[in-house]
């Protein structure tokens, strides 16, 4: 839990490692001074003041909140857990670089005998932080500059830019957070963006400027986010033997969206978990929990760009990138419906190689997937649409390993084996790699 020290304290029975002590972090007592003030673990105490040192540009209003609970503490255990729990909720804010606890019995004439004061000593990140990288990849190779202004006014606020300069691309992003004071779930985040996206399967080059602004909050167990964006959506062929429809769909367009979200996530990991379960619900005018449904206002068609599309190494393994359903030409046009699902199964590596170090990242991957993907009929009935989605559903399974490179992405290599498949499809049978990445 960090470094606690307990000064002036008689030496604590060890009752296991939830203390968070050991006896060499006391400091021994001297023969030689007044008699001191003896507290002991099932003794009442009374914590009478909590410290901060090391604050700079920090306000003191935010902390406030986050330590107000060692107040309550009534034993020095209890105290000691309320510390810990203060110090993760403070390192939680992205604001300090370190923080340290220190619990002392306290001094002056207002010390009662049980009185503790409770010392949190913290470092500050740097007012700037910057990053620079190289990427190449897609057949393009790229420059990304990263900028971040932690705790930028003071209340863990933050403000992020990121600029990518391509040998195709030029694309940029800046980002402002910001929590509400002792709830630090609840938070607003103001985003402008311009991105460009190049979709081969689709011979489609899509480049987007927008705005977004996302409220997020918590309800019981879950976490909730309510989110608009603006986006002006500039689409073009990628290759001059697009198809008819690709062409059709080039051009200018304005979109604004409000959509929801809701996840109840109880897993130890966010990358092979070993316990939980996830759960995602997304509205975007439309309903899914891995299915879609698109439908239209008015009697505009949908846009290629509001498409689903499925595929690929972290959806239905064993076919190609978003290379399923509806083409033309040999672009893919994308469904309006659309489902999908697998199951899987993770174990540790045969005869354990390197177990407790780098072999404990791998992990050998069984799979099923299933899904499928159609246009629909809007003179048609749902029952109709039902139909088509549980027609020609398409299907793989296989096996292959699975690295895990901490809680940001995963690598996988299997051996696909697909099923079902339909004309068009364009499949991936055999050996197939990837990647998954989790954005913050």
């Known amino acids: ?45 009374v914590v009478q003041q909590v410290h901060i040192d090391g604050l700079g540009r920090t306000k003191e209003d935010l902390l406030t909140y986050e330590i107000s609970d060692v107040f309550q503490a009534k034993n020095l255990i209890d105290v000691m857990r309320k510390s810990h729990e203060a110090r993760q909720k403070l390192l939680r804010l992205g604001i300090f ?23 949190f000593e913290v470092t500050e990140l740097r007012r700037m932080t910057g990053s620079y990288n ?61 991105v460009t996206g190049q979709f081969p399967w689709s011979s489609l080059r899509e480049t987007d400027r927008g705005i977004s602004a996302e409220l997020s909050f918590p309800v019981w167990k879950t976490s909730q986010t309510l989110k608009w964006e603006g986006v002006w959506r500039e689409l073009g062929c990628l290759a001059r033997t697009a198809s008819f429809p690709i062409r059709e769909e080039s051009g200018h ?29 997304h509205q975007v005018l439309s309903a899914s929990l891995w299915g879609g449904l698109l439908l239209p206002i008015g009697d505009k068609p949908t846009s290629i760009a509001d498409r689903f599309y499925l595929g690929g190494p972290t959806s239905i393994r064993g076919f190609s990138m978003y290379s399923m ?79 895990r490179l901490g809680n940001i992405a995963r690598l996988e290599l299997n051996y696909c084996i697909p099923m079902g498949v339909q004309s068009g499809d364009r499949i991936c049978d055999g050996v197939q790699f990837g990647a998954g990445i989790r954005f913050l």
């Open 134 to 194: 190289t990427m190449v990849g897609n057949n393009e190779g790229s420059m990304v500059l990263g900028l971040k202004l932690p705790n930028v006014l003071g209340r863990a606020e933050k403000l992020t830019f990121q600029f990518s300069y391509g040998t195709k691309e030029t694309s940029y992003g800046l980002s402002f957070f910001k929590p509400q004071p002792g709830n630090f779930e609840r938070n607003i985040t103001l985003n402008v963006y311009k």
């Open 1 to 45: 839990m960090g470094t606690v020290h307990a000064r002036s304290l008689d030496p604590l029975p060890m009752h296991g490692p939830e203390l968070g002590v050991q006896a060499d972090d006391i400091d021994a007592p001297e023969m030689d001074q007044e008699p001191k003030q003896e507290v002991l673990e099932n003794k009442d105490v």
């Open 253 to 281: 367009s304005l979109k604004s969206s409000l959509s929801h979200g809701m996840v109840i996530d109880t897993r130890n990991s966010s990358i092979l978990p070993r316990k939980g379960g996830l759960l995602k619900i």
């Open 325 to 403: 359903g509806p083409q033309s030409e040999g672009d893919y046009l994308g469904g309006e419906a659309y489902w999908a699902g697998g199951l899987h199964l993770y174990t540790p590596l045969p005869f354990r190689p390197g177990m407790g170090g780098f072999g404990d990242l791998f992990r050998t991957h069984f799979f099923l997937n299933a899904g499928n993907l159609c246009n629909l009929n809007y003179g048609e009935g749902p029952q109709a649409h039902l139909k088509k989605l549980a027609e020609c559903i398409r299907w793989s399974y296989g096996l292959g390993i699975v690295l």
């Open 97 to 119: 670089r370190k923080v340290e606890v220190v619990i002392d019995t306290s001094r002056g004439e207002d010390a009662l005998p049980n009185g503790l004061d409770v010392t």
